[in-house]
Structure formats: C-alpha cells, structure tokens
C-alpha cells in the first residue's frame, strides 16, 4: 500500500507542477518565447519555481512507488495525473468544470481502483538479469521506433498525435522500468554503484526523450488522439513488463472479470475527458485567459 500512495503523491505532484508552471509561462511577455531572458524572467517567478519544485518532487516519488513496490501496480495509478491536472487546473485557471468532467474524474479514479483490486499484481524479482536488458530494450524500443515513423509520416491530425503520444507511453513505461532497476541499485550496492549503472543513465535519457515526444505529440494534433494513447499506452506497457521483465504477478481466473470491466471505464473516462472542452482549457490556459468566450472547440475534439 506504501508504493500506492507513493505513486498517488507522484501523480498529484507532476500535475500540480505542470499546471503551475503553465500559469507562470503566461506571465512572461511573448517575446521572450524564444530567448534566454525566459528563464531568467521564470526564475524570478514564484510560481514557477513551486511548478519545478512540484516535478522534482514528482520523481522522488516516483522513485520511491517504484522502489517499494511492483512496476505493475505502481504505473497504472500515473492514470490520476490526467483528472488532478484538470481539477487542479480548474482552479489554477478559474476554469469551471462541467458534470460531464466530474463524470470522468469519477470514472477513471474508480475503474483504476477496481483495475488493481482486481489485478493486484505481487512477487516478481528486484533486479532484472543483465542479459534480460537486451531483448527488452530491442523489443520496446523498436515498438517506440515504428510509432515516432508512423507518426513522422503522418500530417497534423489524429493519426500523428495518436502515434507520438503512444511512442511517449512506450518510453514513459521504459523509463519506470529503468527506474525501479536502478532504485535497486542505489538500495543494496550504495550511491557509487548507482552513479557507476547504465541503468541510471538509461533512465534519464529515455526519460528526457519521452518528454520531447509528448511535447512533439501535443503539437501534432488534438488532445482525443495524443491524451489516451499516452495515459492508457503508459499503464499497459508499465503492466506488461512488470510482468514480462520483473516476474510480478497478478490475479487471473474470475478475477480477470471485474479488472476488465475496471480497465473498460478508466478507458472510456479518459477517452471522454480528453474530448471535454475543460481540458482543453486547462491545457492551453492562455487562449483561454486571452478570449474565453472564443475557445476553439474543434482542437478539444
């Protein structure tokens, strides 16, 4: 239950971060976008500073969900970063949320609780055989290769943002995998091992690059394509290799039931949420402070 908790804080803090940093970027003039002085003007900035500190946190977090308990478990609960960061949003922007919004926040908190009871993924290894590494770097990696091609092929529109977005889960669910190997590292052999693993450079690189897609994704087409490949795409890959690459193993038999019926409404909140015009508010503050009797209703769908 520790790494629950740990994993619910992660998520409450990465959203909390990522809106606050959002309504510090709208402070800063315009002109600034593409020049050094944005970051010494955000850096004079409260607000963005708390945003930073909101994502290191976040990634302590994180760390410690994935060092405390399985990567099957613990992945799936970074679903709640998407309703935090609208409901957190909401209050940041002054954006008021609709019952459609609070439907889905019901429905992806409640069909993940029912997912994991279901599941409840245990046992499994620590660490993961060298060798282990090498076909499970092949095999997702090549998986997060063909979707940024098929999405690179692809002009603006769902396709594109849909491919990006899941290449961005891939390397999400990879970057935890590479986290909870290193975490292992850094509790049994000491700071020196841990500065001295591929495993944590691995991490930071997958990590840093997973990044670059979500922002290119974002860029790429609307939220209903990019949002649910990332948010489900990074919860079914975390899962697999928890599975596949640490050995944890969850419920099966009857109980497959219930987890799909879990799986199939924490879907459909997502689904629904990332066509809600809250979001899309929430995610583009600044065109909604500019004119928000103008919100362009087709990006949210």
Aim: aromatic share 8%.
């Amino acid at each position: 239950m520790i790494s629950i908790l740990f994993a619910v804080l992660a998520a409450c803090s990465n959203a909390f971060g990522t809106v606050l940093q959002r309504r510090a970027v709208l402070t800063v003039p315009a002109s600034k976008s593409l020049r050094l002085g944005l970051m010494k003007d955000l850096l004079r900035t409260p607000v963005w500073l708390a945003g930073i500190l909101g994502v290191i946190l976040a990634a302590i977090f994180q760390a410690l969900a994935l060092g405390t308990g399985s990567l099957a478990a613990v992945q799936p609960v970074f679903i709640l970063e998407l309703p935090l960061a609208l409901v957190i949003g909401g209050m940041v922007f002054h954006v008021e949320l609709s019952h459609k919004a609070w439907a889905c926040v019901a429905c992806i908190a409640g069909g993940l609780a029912l997912f994991l009871f279901s599941m409840a993924p245990s046992g499994g290894r620590e660490q993961v055989p060298g060798i282990w590494w090498v076909p499970t770097l092949l095999i997702v990696g090549g998986l997060g290769a063909v979707l940024v091609l098929a999405g690179l092929r692809r002009p603006n529109g769902l396709m594109r943002a849909a491919c990006l977005g899941g290449a961005a889960a891939v390397g999400n669910a990879l970057t935890a995998a590479l986290i909870k190997s290193s975490m292992d590292i850094l509790e049994h052999q000491g700071v020196a091992a841990w500065l001295l693993s591929w495993q944590t450079y691995a991490f930071a690189a997958a990590g840093g690059f997973s990044l670059f897609l979500l922002g290119t994704a974002m860029q790429g087409g609307p939220l209903i394509a990019s949002q649910p490949a990332l948010t489900l795409g990074d919860a079914v890959v975390g899962f697999c290799l928890g599975v596949a690459l640490y050995g944890e193993q969850p419920r099966t038999g009857l109980w497959l039931l219930p987890a799909l019926l879990g799986f199939a409404v924490l879907s459909y909140g997502v689904f629904a949420m990332s066509r809600t015009q809250c979001l899309y508010k929430c995610v583009h503050p600044e065109e909604h402070l500019a004119s928000p009797a103008e919100e362009p209703a087709a990006s949210a769908t």
